[in-house]
């Protein structure tokens, strides 16, 4: 078929109103009956519990295929060590879709200390183990051996990121592109909504699915070379690690929707294509997505154990863009999701804010409208819409483009009319504020406004660390552009007559991070007056640049030298940013003895610790028999909790902990 992404783009409706609600789509025989399907068109199969919200990627491509036409049913968390519930929609007319679900299946299941998790927020009562490891291929497995060769195709975060060859943290080797240990026929990578379309329409005009290799966002594997940039195999790559720093470097830049190229990885005796990535959404495609007829719910069959917990987080929280220009090494994004910001319309937002409105169990409160940078609501200059983004530089780090538009002015407006709407209490912002790009806009309505009526009590960044030589490698700005940001903040809260505070997420244990940097950040958290709640400590997973730098000890985009810390080092870097914690004192004191910073040992002004503990008290977590470990919230979760009685409390309503 291959018709161009142009022609097979969504249409757009001009009756606004959203679409008639007309259920969930059917995970039983019975309820396609109900229906009136006879035979599925497509089913979709995830890792995830089935819940009919947009947050929910197998719900979005469900209800796109629906609105062409197409009927979709649905498997949600099959048991995979047995055939039945692959069986149970029966065969699909056209074919199986396959995603692992909003995660990576390995993240979702381990710590980045590879330790499993006692919880899974995106199953019923928030039930682990309802899904496998590497849960694509070992779905394609059952369907390849349950209903042989017919169209098979794999999608979602998974999928995307893993579509090259990669770093396996969990297996600590290079595995080979996905799509060969899943024996798929097709990988759409990014967000799918067109590529699936342009796959759907071809396999109904009949062409075989083997011959639909030149749809844009996907990949397929070939006998042939073809025609592109030629990356290093996936043998080399695996056996040296600078042609694995040199192919991130090729890959980085190819999720250039204005680059014609295909990119291709050698592997055995084929071949990976990635076809050229389909074009950002026009705003009123982005706007049909989210008129589409959700239910907002999860699927009655989890009503008796309580639902699933994924969804108490973004219920009330509102999407408003996609993509990301941010390009911080440790994040995946920019690969996954692109470069270019689309942003959904005005009125787009406030319809959905109406709907909100409308549920018996609103508050008042909208949780979040943002995405993956909130306060990103635009392309990042207008060079970007004619050719793409820049391959010599990046937008914001390590000093921002003069070419960047740095107006507020269309997200600000969108949130002065939701707080207008009747019912509407408070719009908080959650997801996440670029403050570097913040402090560029010479009008500081928005920065006024955001202090002023969308935080309770705190405000959290991510300046992520405190050693300019770190934020390089995160590709994040100097430090001293967060200190700045944070004078701005509280010059405008005491205008406000506000006792409001920043709150800032670090990093611990990055690439390019020495013993010596991370005593530095110690300090600062010493300084700062309060231990912040959450650490991340640096998980390397698929996809991201700072994953590659932790596999080869190269930065591929200068191919520079970098130092990588590991094992025991890692958890000394992690136990530094809470020293204040009696099980991290053998930690903390081996770090700084290390670091050669005895001073901060022991009684002085400066100190972070005492000379001496009791031992009993100086146990490390590892040590102790009876230690669970506590599930790390996924990344895409949006808090929902208020609390603005006590403004000293998080947003979780647990307490921040002074430094007294």
Not at 100 to 125: C, I, W
Request: aromatic letters at 10%; hydrophobic letters at 35%.
């Amino acid at each position: 078929m291959n018709k161009s992404s142009k022609d097979s783009g969504q249409k757009v409706r001009a009756d606004k109103t959203p679409k008639e609600n007309k259920g969930f789509l059917p995970m039983s025989k019975k309820e396609m009956q109900t229906q009136g399907i006879t035979q599925c068109d497509f089913i979709l199969v995830t890792g995830d519990a089935y819940v009919d919200h947009p947050s929910f990627g197998a719900a979005i491509i469900g209800r796109v295929l629906q609105s062409r036409g197409f009927s979709v049913g649905i498997i949600a968390q099959p048991k995979w060590q047995e055939n039945a519930d692959f069986m149970q929609l029966g065969a699909p007319r056209l074919g199986f879709l396959v995603t692992a679900g909003n995660l990576d299946s390995m993240v979702n299941h381990f710590t980045v200390n590879k330790k499993r998790r006692q919880e899974d927020v995106y199953a019923p009562g928030g039930k682990a183990g309802l899904r496998p490891d590497r849960a694509t291929i070992v779905y394609c497995g059952k369907i390849r051996e349950n209903f042989g060769e017919i169209p098979l195709i794999i999608g979602g975060i998974e999928a995307s990121l893993r579509r090259f060859a990669h770093y396996d943290y969990w297996q600590e080797k290079v595995r080979r592109p996905i799509l060969f240990d899943s024996r798929a026929d097709l990988l759409v990578y990014g967000m799918g909504e067109r590529a699936i379309l342009e796959i759907a329409e071809g396999l109904e005009a009949g062409i075989p699915v083997h011959q639909l290799t030149q749809i844009r966002g996907t990949a397929v594997i070939s006998r042939e070379a073809g025609e592109g940039v030629m990356l290093p195999s996936t043998e080399s790559v695996s056996a040296d690690t600078k042609a694995y720093a040199e192919a991130t470097a090729q890959i980085y830049q190819s999720n250039n929707a204005h680059d014609p190229q295909v990119y291709i990885q050698p592997t055995g005796n084929r071949y990976l294509w990635q076809n050229p990535p389909q074009p950002p959404l026009s705003q009123a495609e982005f706007d049909d997505l989210y008129d589409l007829p959700f239910t907002y719910r999860w699927h009655p069959a989890y009503d008796p154990v309580g639902g699933v917990p994924g969804l108490n987080e973004v219920k009330f929280s509102i999407t408003a863009n996609r993509g990301c220009y941010g390009n911080c090494t440790f994040c995946a994004l920019a690969i996954h999701q692109g470069k270019y910001v689309q942003m959904r319309s005005r009125d787009s937002i406030v319809r959905e804010a109406k709907r909100m409105t409308k549920e018996p169990d609103f508050k008042g409160y909208i949780h979040d409208i943002g995405g993956p940078t909130a306060n990103f609501s635009h392309l990042a200059c207008k060079k970007q819409a004619v050719r793409g983004y820049c391959k010599d530089r990046e937008c914001l780090a390590p000093t921002p483009c003069k070419n960047i538009d740095p107006s507020h002015k269309p997200y600000l407006e969108t949130l002065r009319a939701v707080r207008k709407l009747p019912g509407i209490k408070k719009v908080f912002i959650r997801s996440g504020i670029r403050y570097d790009y913040l402090a560029l806009d010479p009008d500081k309505a928005f920065f006024r406004e955001l202090v002023e009526h969308h935080i309770s009590g705190q405000l959290r960044v991510a300046p992520e660390h405190v050693s300019d030589t770190v934020l390089a490698h995160m590709g994040k700005p100097a430090f001293n552009v967060y200190e700045n940001f944070v004078r701005q903040f509280k010059q405008i809260d005491g205008q406000l007559g506000k006792n409001q505070f920043v709150l800032p997420y670090f990093i611990t244990g990055h690439p390019g991070c020495t013993l010596q940097d991370a005593v530095k950040l110690a300090e600062y958290i010493r300084e700062m007056g309060f231990f912040p709640e959450q650490v991340q400590d640096f998980y390397p997973t698929p996809g991201s640049v700072a994953t590659a730098m932790y596999h080869t000890g190269v930065n591929p985009l200068t191919m520079e030298a970098v130092y990588v810390p590991k094992g025991r080092e890692k958890n000394m870097q992690r136990a530094l940013v809470q020293y204040n914690k009696r099980e991290n004192y053998l930690l903390v004191h081996e770090a700084l003895t290390k670091a050669y910073r005895d001073d901060l040992i022991g009684t002085g002004k400066k100190a972070l610790i005492p000379a001496k503990v009791k031992k009993s008290e100086s146990r490390s977590p590892q040590a102790k028999k009876t230690n669970k470990t506590r599930p790390a919230k996924p990344a895409q979760a949006k808090q929902s909790k208020i609390n603005q009685k006590d403004k000293s409390r998080g947003k979780n309503g647990k307490k921040i902990n002074r430094i007294h």
